[in-house]
């Protein structure tokens, strides 16, 4: 059994900050690649940014430059870090995290794991 949990969303003001974390415990094996998406209703999950094991990241045109993902795997977390924040950045965060887990088996089984989503609202 696997689990992400995720903290760190708010209220903040446009320009302000916000730092979302995600945690995840269980029967793990391995992680993969890890990232951020967000949501806003009425409009499909879009990506914000990922990260790979060995660090390399990727981010969505319009958080570079404002956004930082970090990953943290001796803690098994990955980072959000917010800065400049506006109001299009409200919606729900999401993590997936690609974990690696041994099967009864005994053979290595890889999916996709999401958090249950933070909500993040910029406003003043």
């Known amino acids: 059994q696997v689990q992400l949990v995720e903290s760190g969303g708010g209220l903040v003001q446009p320009g302000g900050s916000l730092r979302l974390s995600c945690a995840a415990s269980?029967?793990?094996?391995?992680?993969?690649?890890m990232g951020w998406y967000r949501q806003t209703p009425g409009k499909q999950r879009e990506l914000a940014a990922t990260?790979?094991?060995?660090?390399?990241?990727n981010y969505a045109d319009s958080v570079k430059g404002r956004f930082t993902i970090s990953r943290d795997n001796a803690k098994n977390t990955v980072y959000l870090q917010m800065n400049s924040l506006k109001p299009e950045d409200t919606a729900v965060y999401y993590c997936?995290?690609?974990?690696?887990?041994?099967?009864?088996?005994?053979?290595?089984?890889?999916?996709?794991?999401w958090g249950q989503g933070t909500q993040v609202t910029v406003s003043s």
């Open positions: 269980g029967s793990i094996f391995s992680i993969g690649a």
């Open positions: 990260i790979t094991p060995s660090g390399i990241t």
């Open positions: 997936t995290v690609e974990i690696s887990g041994i099967n009864r088996d005994h053979r290595v089984v890889t999916s996709a794991y």
